[in-house]
């Protein structure tokens, strides 16, 4: 999964397709909430801003820029409360597109291939952690195998192979199961707290898919969750067209919070997309907007479009109001208890 989606020169994000777009008669394969609505960056500036004030920073991060719509919107409503924007980003090519949409704060936005130190103020997040390679469990006849790639002729084939790894939480029943773990997105989010922490305050915010863990290893969730994505359509097999289609699993958020609190940060809360939203104003924005901008934002909300299945959640490390402090986005419908 790493070598398909970030090879250099061959990997799906390290190749020149669109990737990002609302048509596939654009050569886009999907749409993210950015591109869908500019109100949904303006909502996530409420946040944003927020973060900045509590952490006592200027100094925005955000993870897998993707086409720069976000940073975009982030710079454009936050105006003078961002003195640098730092962007994180393993793609050269996004790179590229991203330097050429955020042309208006060339003098603010920065390029980092890795991470420092030590990161303060607010860090962002969007449909990243869904990104990062995971590992396939198989149980079959009530025995557990890690499921690998072969080269089966030409071609590539699934093969399994005796594991001692297990899914955190034991999976009910004796049938079948393929599902998923974690250890990169884990290993992470544990990197990025201890760079919180050693900076002088700071709050980070991730939106993705996913489920707490109690859904994510549920007895009828037999066929786990990767999936590909090309041209707006789902698929199940990454075994072809490699390079070519985006390959993505959903994300586990018991496990990332667990990972964020093992290395001491704060877990501000947990709760769904459409809520997240709403708690950060997008209501108000949507009424001063026009009918088409309200009809696209709708689609963040709705519960059958993203408002649900997308969640939204908070860490925070230190800072001016301590680690602890009521984040504007929890404010109402926190989930934070089922995870």
């Given at each position: 999964?790493?070598?398909?989606?970030?090879?250099?020169?061959?990997?799906?994000?390290?190749?020149?397709?669109?990737?990002?777009?609302?048509?596939?008669?654009?050569?886009?394969?999907?749409?993210?909430?950015?591109?869908?609505?500019?109100?949904?960056?303006?909502?996530?500036?409420?946040?944003?801003?927020?973060?900045?004030?509590?952490?006592?920073?200027?100094?925005?991060?955000?993870?897998?820029?993707?086409?720069?719509?976000?940073?975009?919107?982030?710079?454009?409503?936050?105006?003078?409360?961002?003195?640098?924007?730092?962007?994180?980003?393993?793609?050269?090519?996004?790179?590229?597109?991203?330097?050429?949409?955020?042309?208006?704060?060339?003098?603010?936005?920065?390029?980092?291939?890795?991470?420092?130190?030590?990161?303060?103020?607010?860090?962002?997040?969007?449909?990243?952690?869904?990104?990062?390679?995971?590992?396939?469990?198989?149980?079959?006849?009530?025995?557990?195998?890690?499921?690998?790639?072969?080269?089966?002729?030409?071609?590539?084939?699934?093969?399994?192979?005796?594991?001692?790894?297990?899914?955190?939480?034991?999976?009910?029943?004796?049938?079948?199961?393929?599902?998923?773990?974690?250890?990169?997105?884990?290993?992470?989010?544990?990197?990025?707290?201890?760079?919180?922490?050693?900076?002088?305050?700071?709050?980070?915010?991730?939106?993705?898919?996913?489920?707490?863990?109690?859904?994510?290893?549920?007895?009828?969730r037999i066929g786990g969750t990767l999936v590909c994505h090309r041209a707006h359509q789902v698929d199940d097999n990454p075994l072809i067209d490699i390079g070519r289609k985006d390959i993505t699993a959903h994300v586990d958020f018991t496990g990332v919070a667990l990972?964020?609190?093992?290395?001491?940060?704060?877990?501000?809360?947990?709760?769904?997309?459409?809520?997240?939203?709403?708690?950060?104003?997008?209501?108000?924005?949507?009424?001063?907007?026009?009918?088409?901008?309200?009809?696209?934002?709708?689609?963040?909300?709705?519960?059958?479009?993203?408002?649900?299945?997308?969640?939204?959640?908070?860490?925070?490390?230190?800072?001016?109001?301590?680690?602890?402090?009521?984040?504007?986005?929890?404010?109402?419908?926190?989930?934070?208890?089922?995870?």
């Amino acid at each position: 999964m790493q070598i398909a989606l970030y090879e250099p020169g061959l990997g799906y994000y390290a190749n020149t397709s669109p990737k990002f777009g609302p048509m596939p008669v654009s050569g886009s394969d999907f749409i993210t909430a950015p591109e869908l609505s500019p109100l949904f960056g303006q909502a996530l500036a409420n946040q944003v801003a927020e973060a900045l004030a509590a952490t006592g920073s200027a100094e925005v991060w955000e993870f897998g820029a993707g086409s720069g719509a976000l940073a975009a919107q982030l710079l454009r409503a936050l105006g003078e409360k961002v003195r640098r924007y730092h962007i994180v980003d393993v793609s050269g090519t996004l790179r590229e597109r991203q330097q050429a949409a955020l042309a208006p704060w060339k003098d603010i936005v920065q390029w980092h291939d890795t991470l420092p130190a030590a990161i303060s103020g607010a860090v962002v997040g969007n449909e990243v952690l869904d990104a990062m390679p995971v590992q396939l469990l198989a149980r079959v006849n009530g025995d557990w195998y890690e499921r690998g790639v072969a080269l089966h002729g030409e071609s590539f084939a699934w093969a399994d192979r005796p594991t001692s790894l297990r899914p955190p939480v034991g999976i009910e029943g004796e049938h079948d199961v393929v599902t998923e773990v974690h250890p990169q997105a884990r290993a992470f989010i544990a990197t990025l707290a201890g760079c919180l922490r050693a900076g002088t305050g700071g709050a980070a915010f991730f939106i993705d898919y996913g489920f707490p863990e109690a859904e994510y290893y549920h007895p009828q969730r037999i066929g786990g969750t990767l999936v590909c994505h090309r041209a707006h359509q789902v698929d199940d097999n990454p075994l072809i067209d490699i390079g070519r289609k985006d390959i993505t699993a959903h994300v586990d958020f018991t496990g990332v919070a667990l990972a964020a609190q093992d290395e001491g940060l704060t877990v501000l809360g947990y709760t769904s997309q459409g809520r997240f939203l709403l708690n950060c104003g997008l209501a108000d924005l949507m009424q001063a907007a026009s009918l088409q901008e309200r009809a696209n934002a709708m689609k963040l909300l709705a519960e059958h479009e993203m408002g649900e299945l997308f969640k939204v959640i908070g860490f925070a490390a230190g800072g001016a109001q301590g680690a602890e402090w009521a984040a504007l986005g929890f404010a109402e419908g926190d989930r934070s208890h089922r995870l």
